[in-house]
């Protein structure tokens, strides 16, 4: 049990445990859509399922509007029942629930794909609310109040993605329908909601957490297994490219060295950093705490697999703070950074478009002024990254917008004093 009694985990992130990704965040309130099943025969119920996720420690009011299709893609006309055009309902503090929309399709409508229900969310919130689960995801739960039965359902729903540029107001799910009549009969179309995780199931997750405090913070400090830098290269490639933004080589290995540089170097090179309390290391109690056989596997292997985006947050926060002293340019409040983090790390959970911004501005950057701190292997030329870089830059030119000018110029500037630092150490560029 922990020596620390006001160590608090954090909130776990219930719907990313549902869908495995696709969110749609509101700030106030996360959801997921979807439709199951998918392909219905007329007089089949199907259902549209809502997964909403609090993310404030007061209550929410919401209101949800159903609007279904009249006529099919071809113009003929399409009846689809359901009960109620609009619901209700109250969602706790930190509560996780789901809102299941019974739809029947009758005849004369056509067999077709893709027929629309758009859902509308509104909610209240009190002004004084404050943030409690993080933005873009985190470690699933240790529990949950419904069977596995009933989870493993929720995982098979096909659950939307959602664009950036989509209104988070009005959401659209698609279904088809067969070419086969099911027999008619009475179905019940209320809307049903279920709650799936409250706030007083944190408590338990904090006695759970607690438990392996020690433990974790043995391991976060340890370098037994070396450096984390070849799993943070691997991580690193493939979630970016998973989100729509496969990284250059030099991209990826400026990334992955300031990702290691958070969790190997920084606890003895940074002296305002704190390890207990960043959220990669609360992250790690709760995944000992969930799988515990865990902690006698490979502490790098699970750090980069199972709280990538704790390490996420806290890289990009400490490589705004690094590059202040690296860069002339403003690189705004500390409020202003909070939230571009948070808007990166709610694209990491599915939610938004790639932004090349998000891989330079700081990660890249600072990744590069870090680079000879964090070491891939005892062979390796500082004067890689910098030629890594140089050929990413070229192949990124025709993307780079008049908004990434100002990161691009930051390169430059720390490209020269990189390059300069190596032939006033007279460190030479490898012959290829």
Known sequence: MTSDPTFKPLYPDVLGAITGGPRVNMEDIECALGVFPRRAYLNQPLEVVIVLQSMIDVPAQLKIGIRIPTKDREGEVAIIDTEKSTVSVSLDAGEVGVFRIPLIARPPTHAGKDFPVRIAIRYRAPENRKMIRPTGGGVPPTMLSVSSFKLQVLQEVEYVSHKWNESTE?????FDVVAKNMPGGSHNLKPRYESLWKQHEMHEETV?????YDEALEIAHSMAYGSAYIWMLDAVEERFARRGMP??????KAIAKMMTYTIDEAINREPDYDVEKTRWFKGLC?????RPELIHENRNEIISKHVFEGVLYEALLMAFRILRTRVK????????QLNYTDKVLTWFAGHGEADLSYVYLPLVLCGLAISRLVKSNVTENPWDISDDLIEAYHGRSRLITNTADPVFDMLDELLEKHQKTLRAQRIERPTH
Do not use: W
């Open 170 to 174: 009005i959401m659209t799910v698609y």
């Open 286 to 290: 709760s995944v000992y705490a969930r």
């Open 329 to 336: 340019e403003n690189l705004g409040s500390h409020s202003e």
């Open 247 to 252: 990284l250059h080589p030099g991209e990826n």
């Open 208 to 212: 759970l957490a607690r438990t392996y």
